[in-house]
């Protein structure tokens, strides 16, 4: 093959894969080396256990810090005094210790379910607004991801039992 033959060849080739690249979105989390969301959320200065395991995907603009996770279904635990619930999809705006707007995380507390709205790390402590008041806790509570189901207090058993009836 003489080297006109192979440029004809290899320009239109990566055009293509140009285009593909540019359009295709590098901040889904995949087992290929890529970060997680729960990488993200380090990088933004906040714990891991801010999210629920099995978070499945999940979207930022760099630029605006625009995000959405993804989650295969609504999760949701007890613990403590609180019953935590997440949409499939969670989303906001996050920058360094700040994730604002939120959208897909409820919180009960007694018989009353609040939207959490925003959510700010300031020192030790994760400070959780629902609009009409906040909560406080220490930011070791958060060092591990929860569990849809049963939260941090998870057997195998119990897993399985709330697994199977919600």
């Not at 395991?53 to 005094?81: I, P, R």
């Not at 406080?136 to 958060?142: H, N, S, T």
Request: with cysteine; hydrophobic share 35%; glycine share 8%.
């Amino acid at each position: 093959m003489d080297s006109a033959t192979l440029l004809r060849f290899l320009i239109p080739l990566a055009a293509t894969l140009f285009l593909i690249l540019i359009h295709s979105n590098p901040a889904y989390s995949d087992d290929h080396g890529h970060p997680t969301p729960y990488d993200v959320l380090q990088d933004f200065d906040f714990p891991i256990g801010l999210l629920p395991k099995g978070v499945k995907g999940y979207q930022l603009n760099q630029t605006t810090g625009k995000f959405s996770a993804y989650l295969n279904d609504t999760c949701s635990f007890s613990e403590g005094l609180y019953k935590l619930k997440y949409e499939p999809t969670v989303k906001g705006y996050i920058s360094k210790g700040k994730l604002s707007s939120l959208e897909g995380v409820s919180v009960k507390f007694f018989h009353l379910w609040m939207n959490i709205v925003e959510i700010h790390r300031r020192g030790n402590d994760i400070d959780f607004s629902v609009g009409v008041g906040k909560a406080a806790f220490p930011i070791e509570y958060f060092v591990e991801s929860p569990q849809c189901g049963c939260g941090l207090n998870c057997s195998r058993r119990q897993a399985r039992k709330l697994m199977e009836n919600p």
